[in-house]
C-alpha cells in the first residue's frame, strides 16, 4: 500500500508533467500551424512535394498525439487518485509497487500484469503480421 505522503509526491510530479505537457502541446500546435502555413505558402513556388508535408504533418500529428495521449493518463491516474484507488493494478486489483509508479506514475498495471498484456500485444502483432 502506498502511504500519504508516498501518494502526495507522485501526485507533485503527475502535476508538474501535466503542465509542462500543456505548454509542449500549446507549442506544438503552433509549430504545427506555421509549418502548415509555409509549406503551403511554399507550395505556390514548389507544387508537387505533397509527400513531403504528408511526412511533416505525419510526424508532428504523431508528436502532438503521444503528449495527448499522455495528458489523458496523467488525467486518469490524478482520476484515481482522488478516488482512492489510486496504485492499485488494474487487472489483478494487486498493488503496484511505489518504485514502479515514481519511474512511472501513470502506470496501471502491476510489472506482471504489464509483461503479460505486453507479450499479448506483441501476439497479437505477429499474428496479423
Ligand atoms: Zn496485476
Same mark, same amino acid.
Given at each position: 500500500?502506498?502511504?500519504? &505522503?508516498?501518494? +502526495? =509526491? !507522485? &501526485?507533485?510530479?503527475?502535476?508538474?508533467?501535466?503542465?509542462?505537457?500543456?505548454? =509542449?502541446?500549446?507549442? =506544438?500546435? !503552433? +509549430?504545427?500551424?506555421?509549418?502548415?502555413?509555409? /509549406?503551403?505558402?511554399?507550395?505556390?513556388?514548389?507544387?508537387?512535394?505533397?509527400?513531403? $508535408?504528408?511526412?511533416?504533418?505525419?510526424?508532428?500529428?504523431?508528436?502532438?498525439?503521444?503528449?495527448? /495521449?499522455? $495528458?489523458?493518463?496523467?488525467?486518469?491516474?490524478?482520476? &484515481?487518485?482522488? #478516488?482512492?484507488?489510486?496504485?492499485?493494478?488494474?487487472?489483478?486489483?494487486?498493488?503496484?509497487?511505489?518504485?514502479?509508479? #515514481?519511474? /512511472?506514475?501513470?502506470?496501471?498495471?502491476?510489472? &506482471?500484469?504489464?509483461?503479460?498484456?505486453? /507479450?499479448? !500485444?506483441?501476439?497479437?502483432?505477429?499474428?496479423?503480421?
Amino acid at each position: 500500500m502506498l502511504s500519504k &505522503k508516498q501518494i +502526495t =509526491e !507522485l &501526485k507533485g510530479q503527475l502535476d508538474n508533467r501535466l503542465l509542462e505537457l500543456r505548454s =509542449e502541446i500549446k507549442q =506544438e500546435l !503552433l +509549430t504545427f500551424d506555421n509549418e502548415q502555413y509555409n /509549406q503551403t505558402a511554399g507550395q505556390v513556388h514548389d507544387i508537387g512535394d505533397d509527400s513531403l $508535408v504528408d511526412f511533416l504533418i505525419d510526424i508532428n500529428l504523431a508528436v502532438i498525439n503521444r503528449h495527448i /495521449q499522455e $495528458v489523458k493518463d496523467i488525467e486518469a491516474a490524478l482520476l &484515481k487518485i482522488s #478516488e482512492g484507488n489510486y496504485g492499485q493494478c488494474s487487472d489483478c486489483d494487486a498493488p503496484i509497487k511505489y518504485l514502479r509508479l #515514481e519511474a /512511472q506514475p501513470t502506470a496501471t498495471r502491476c510489472i &506482471k500484469c504489464q509483461a503479460e498484456h505486453e /507479450q499479448s !500485444l506483441h501476439d497479437t502483432e505477429a499474428k496479423y503480421s
